[in-house]
Nanobody
Framework: QVQLVEFGGGSVQAGGSLRLSCAAS????????MGWFRQAPGKEREFVAA????????YYTDYVKGRSTISRDNAKNTVYLKMDSLKPEDTAVYYC????????????????????WGQGTQVTVSS
């Protein structure tokens, strides 16, 4: 089992920034692809960003590309999502997720592939 806890959500004005953190415990963190997803009210959960076990390969949804940076610190068992130039449309509950794989470079955008999920953290962007 992997336990994931997100931190760093909150309310911010449009154009502002937030850095979300997700702390993992329970298994070897470096064995997992880490991803961020989000779910806005009335919408399905959607992919935001993910990175490989070694942090070399990253994927972003087009909507956040250029405004967000995903990173990880395997020594601290933590994955981060830095979001800049936030827009009201970014308002959602943000979830981190872990995908166990033997591949160092594998990354996935598919929520169904992720094995473990955090409880989510609310991000609210006001105009």
């Amino acid at each position: 089992q992997v336990q994931l806890v997100e931190f760093g959500g909150g309310s911010v004005q449009a154009g502002g920034s937030l850095r979300l953190s997700c702390a993992a415990s329970g298994r070897t963190f470096s064995n997992y692809v880490m991803g961020w997803f989000r779910q806005a009210p009335g919408k399905e959960r959607e992919f935001v960003a993910a990175l490989s076990r070694n942090g070399v390969i990253t994927y972003y949804t087009d909507y956040v590309k250029g405004r967000s940076t995903i990173s990880r610190d395997n020594a601290k068992n933590t994955v981060y999502l830095k979001m800049d130039s936030l827009k009201p449309e970014d308002t959602a509950v943000y979830y981190c997720a872990a995908l166990g794989t033997s591949s160092t470079y594998y990354v996935s955008r598919r929520a169904s592939e992720y094995d473990y999920w955090g409880q989510g953290t609310q991000v609210t962007v006001s105009s």
